[in-house]
């Protein structure tokens, strides 16, 4: 059975990472919510005013808007064998939903959660860079690029933070985190879907443990 692979884990947590991987890799199409709101941004309707907003103050946008672009994307020809989920579901009505999608696409859910702990989270999205031109993200920290500012495959890219990587904002996201998104957790795991594995480690160290699971189970 197809498979829809959700990477779940608080904002910093290398969720973006590792979707990128398992793209590049494995051929899975990353449908990223936080990337198709960003998308948003050269947009001037009221939708996407409002939802630049949202995001900007590290709040959740309306759980009606997210599942309707998430049913839409997932329901595109390149979904059809399987898919990552990369900050899907965030809420427990958006979890509620993706369990009718998955019974109407006829796909498994396979949740793993990329375990990292609170205090470590705060430095993985302040430090965290990103190539413009190509989507690589960086850490000024634990991954920097060769040449600072710089992305290493595209050197004329200067690497870009995100709105919403501040401190301050950071804060109110991990909040947001442990209020709405954490209880999925435990909803999962009372099922016993949930795979979880140590996010503190090096990047391909996790791919490698998350490919695993995505491949053989
Ligand atoms: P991310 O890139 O996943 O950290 O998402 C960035 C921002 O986009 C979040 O802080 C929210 O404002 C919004 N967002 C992304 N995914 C969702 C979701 N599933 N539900 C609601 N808002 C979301």
Do not use: W
């Not at 413009?132 to 710089?150: M, R, T």
Request: aromatic share 6%; proline share 7%.
């Amino acid at each position: 059975m197809f498979k829809i692979v959700v990477l779940m884990g608080a904002p910093g947590a290398g969720k973006g990472t590792q979707a990128r991987l398992l793209e590049e890799r494995l051929g899975l199409p990353q449908v990223s919510t936080g990337d198709m709101f960003r998308a948003l941004k050269d947009e001037h309707t009221p939708l996407a005013e409002e939802v630049q907003a949202i995001m900007k103050s590290g709040k959740l946008v309306p759980d009606d808007v997210t599942i309707r672009v998430v049913r839409e994307r997932t329901g595109r020809e390149d979904c059809k064998h399987g898919y990552i989920l990369d900050g899907f579901p965030r809420t427990a009505a958006q979890a509620a939903m993706l369990e009718r999608l998955a019974v109407e696409q006829g796909k498994r859910i396979l949740p793993i959660l990329i375990d990292v702990p609170f205090e470590v989270l705060e430095k993985r999205t302040t430090g965290r860079r990103i190539c413009p031109e190509c989507g690589e993200i960086y850490n000024i920290y634990s991954q920097p690029p060769k040449q600072e500012g710089v992305c290493d495959l595209h050197p004329t890219a200067k690497l870009i933070q995100r709105p919403d990587d501040t401190p301050e904002k950071t804060r109110v996201r991990l909040e947001t985190y442990e209020e709405q998104t954490r209880p999925l957790l435990d909803y999962y795991s009372a099922s016993n879907i949930l795979r979880r594995v140590d996010g503190t480690r090096e990047p391909e160290e996790i791919y490698a443990e998350i490919e695993k699971i995505v491949t053989s189970e």
